[in-house]
Every structure is written in C-alpha cells, then in structure tokens.
C-alpha cells in the first residue's frame, strides 16, 4: 500500500472538525437543562417568599382574632356593668365586679398581644417588601440569563450548521476506504476514531504502545490500531 501519511493527516484533521461539531452540539444540547434549572431556581425563590406572605398573613389573621376577642370582652364589661344595676344581693353584686375584674385583666392582656402582633406584623411588613424586590430584581436576572442561553443556542446552531457544511466539503479529500474504517470507529468512540502516538503511547486511551505498532504506525504503509481502544494510530 502507498505511504498514508498524507490521508492520516487529512483524516486528523477532519476530526478536528469533528470534535468541533460535538463540543458545539454538546452545549447546545446541554443549555435546555440549564434553562430549565433556572426556571427551578425561579420557582424555588417564588416558594420561599410565598412562605413568608403566607406568615405575614397569618400574623394579620390573629390580629384580627385578638381584635374580635377584645371587642367581645369590652361588649361583656358593658354587659357586667349594666347588670350591676339590676342586681338584689350584696353576693351577686360582688360576683358581677369579679366577673368585671377578670374581665378587665383579660382585656390587658389581649391588648398586649395585639400590640406585640403589631411589632411583628411591622417587622414581617419590611421582611416581605424586602423579599418582594428580591424576587422582582431575581426574575430579571433569571430572565436575562435564560434569554442569553436562548440567544446562545441560536448562535451555536449557527455554527455548527457552517462548521458541518466544512466538513462535508473537507470530507472529499479523504480517502474513502480510510474514512469508512474511521467513521466505523467513531460510533464506538464519540467522534475520535484516530489518535497521536504520544510518548509511545496511544493518545486516546492512553495504554503504552508495543514497539512494533510504532514502527508500522512511523512507516505509514497500512492502517495501524491501537491493540487497546482499537482507534488509528498516526505517528505525526
């Protein structure tokens, strides 16, 4: 057989292009994931602050049940105190007044319950407007970096379609039978079906090489594998 030396190199050099095509198909590939892990993290932060909404309502929500108690209270003191008028013995007289009396204590204490919601309620208040910024200034971000991904898919499909339609070209300056063996190679091998003598060793898998096979692979007078991974070898 002629010296291959020149159709290894042209057969090189068309994995290049092919390497290429599967680093680029490779991102374009992987970008839905990364959009779709934004859209989790978007969701993620639209969970937390729901939680804190959903606290702060709660907070209100007994504000207006302590509010409602109180009112029910004072309603019952006016009750009591009315009742003091229409009563015939000193007992139940005495009775209604200590009924007036736990009333009142009752009072004080729902009263100091509201006021300790109202703090609460007015520090969860700049909690969740603060988070409600958050999350506005976050959906931005997140917007722009899906948008950015989207625009990058647009480019890589881009190129990739010019690097292909170079390859196809390329493609028919190398050896038929050669380039059989190499795209047979290439379904096992994820687009490298040829590899670089390195230090005596396969440059794919990285096995060191018997000295015969760097001798046939120097000489070039037939298509020479590598004993482990089974790719060309080329001695550059």
């Known amino acids: 057989m002629d010296n291959l030396k ?9 994995q290049n292009y092919d390497i290429k095509i599967r680093d680029i198909r490779g ?4 970008a839905p994931y990364l959009v779709e892990e934004q859209k989790k993290n978007l969701r993620e932060k639209k969970s937390e602050i729901e939680a804190k909404k959903k ?4 907070l209100n929500s007994l504000k207006k049940e302590k509010e409602a108690e109180l009112d029910s209270k004072n309603k019952a ?7 003091l008028n229409a009563v015939k013995s000193n007992d139940a007289y005495k009775a209604l007044l200590l009924e007036i009396e736990k009333t009142k204590n009752g009072i004080r204490a729902v009263e100091d319950e509201i006021l300790d919601l109202m703090d609460r309620i007015d520090r969860e208040f700049v909690v969740v407007k603060a988070v409600e910024n958050e999350l506005k200034e976050f959906e931005r971000k997140i917007e722009n970096e899906i948008s950015e991904l989207e625009s990058s898919i647009r480019e890589f499909e881009k190129e990739a379609a010019v690097i292909e339609k170079e390859r196809e070209e390329y493609k028919l300056k190398v050896n038929n039978t ?15 079906g040829i590899c670089l003598i390195e230090s005596e060793s396969c440059g794919g898998c990285g096995m060191a090489l018997r000295p015969q096979l760097i001798n046939q692979a120097h000489k070039c007078r037939e298509l020479v594998f590598c004993d482990n991974c089974s790719r060309i070898l080329l001695k550059k």
Request: overall charge negative; charged content about 30%; hydrophobic content about 30%.
């Open 178 to 192: 050669i380039l059989a063996q190499y795209e047979r190679l290439c379904n096992g091998y994820g687009r490298q």
């Open 27 to 30: 991102k374009i590939n992987e």
């Open 6 to 14: 020149y159709d290894l190199e042209l057969l090189y050099e068309l």
């Open 77 to 83: 003191i006016d009750k009591y105190s009315a009742e």
């Open 55 to 58: 606290n702060f309502g709660k």
